[in-house]
């Protein structure tokens, strides 16, 4: 799970507290190094919610643009909507009560090279984000986070960094931003639910 934000380092969301402004423009994106849903296997796809989130991320009424790698197809989309839509219900479905609204569905090219909050994130035309690692020490190891609200793995470390760009280019949306310098929190997950 990778998140850019508008908010300044380290990311208010993972310890429950309010966004930077009160208001957050932020990506989460989920890349899927294996896995099924509805049986469906969905390993190497991305999927990244767009959202304008108006107050404390854990109050909801997000308002959210899904977009969904374009190398997927038409069942993969399916089940990926409908697990991270929450139909099936388990983490996910609180996940997904959090949005108020979803505004769009976009299929799109996306390229996540992204590790450790290190590397890139784009869908093509519509986003566009470069990450860099906040060091913690002289050694070059990248400054983390544990056992934090939103670290899914159990002691898995949040990776904690910052973007040298971030652009969010989605006007029929409504949905413009540009926020350099930022915060970016890369961590792994897993969920794991049986209806």
């Given at each position: 799970m990778?998140?850019?934000?508008?908010c300044a380092?380290p990311?208010?969301?993972?310890?429950?507290?309010?966004?930077?402004?009160?208001?957050?423009?932020?990506v989460i994106a989920?890349?899927?190094?294996?896995g099924?849903?509805?049986?469906?296997?969905v390993?190497?796809?991305?999927?990244?919610?767009?959202?304008?989130?108006?107050?404390?991320?854990l109050?909801?009424?997000?308002?959210?643009?899904?977009l969904?790698?374009s190398?997927?197809?038409?069942?993969?989309v399916?089940a990926?909507l409908?697990?991270?839509?929450?139909?099936?219900?388990?983490?996910?479905?609180?996940l997904?009560?959090?949005v108020?609204?979803?505004?769009?569905?976009?299929?799109?090219?996306?390229?996540?090279?992204?590790?450790?909050?290190?590397?890139s994130l784009?869908?093509?035309?519509?986003?566009?984000?470069?990450?860099?690692?906040?060091q913690?020490?002289p050694?070059?190891?990248?400054?983390t986070?544990?056992?934090?609200?939103?670290?899914?793995?159990?002691?898995?470390?949040?990776y904690?960094?910052k973007?040298?760009?971030y652009?969010?280019?989605?006007?029929?949306?409504g949905?413009?931003?540009?926020?350099?310098?930022h915060?970016?929190?890369?961590?792994?997950w897993?969920?794991?639910?049986a209806p």
């Amino acid at each position: 799970m990778l998140e850019i934000c508008s908010c300044a380092v380290p990311c208010p969301c993972f310890i429950g507290e309010d966004p930077d402004g009160g208001e957050c423009f932020g990506v989460i994106a989920f890349h899927l190094e294996k896995g099924k849903a509805r049986g469906v296997d969905v390993a190497g796809l991305t999927l990244v919610n767009v959202a304008h989130i108006p107050g404390n991320a854990l109050s909801g009424n997000w308002r959210s643009v899904l977009l969904v790698d374009s190398r997927a197809d038409d069942e993969q989309v399916e089940a990926l909507l409908d697990a991270f839509g929450g139909k099936l219900g388990g983490p996910l479905a609180d996940l997904a009560s959090l949005v108020g609204e979803v505004v769009a569905v976009e299929r799109v090219p996306i390229l996540h090279e992204a590790r450790e909050a290190e590397g890139s994130l784009v869908a093509e035309g519509m986003l566009e984000a470069e990450l860099a690692p906040i060091q913690s020490s002289p050694d070059g190891t990248t400054a983390t986070l544990h056992d934090s609200a939103f670290t899914t793995v159990k002691g898995a470390p949040a990776y904690i960094g910052k973007s040298r760009r971030y652009r969010v280019t989605l006007p029929q949306h409504g949905m413009e931003w540009s926020f350099d310098g930022h915060n970016t929190i890369q961590t792994r997950w897993m969920m794991e639910h049986a209806p």
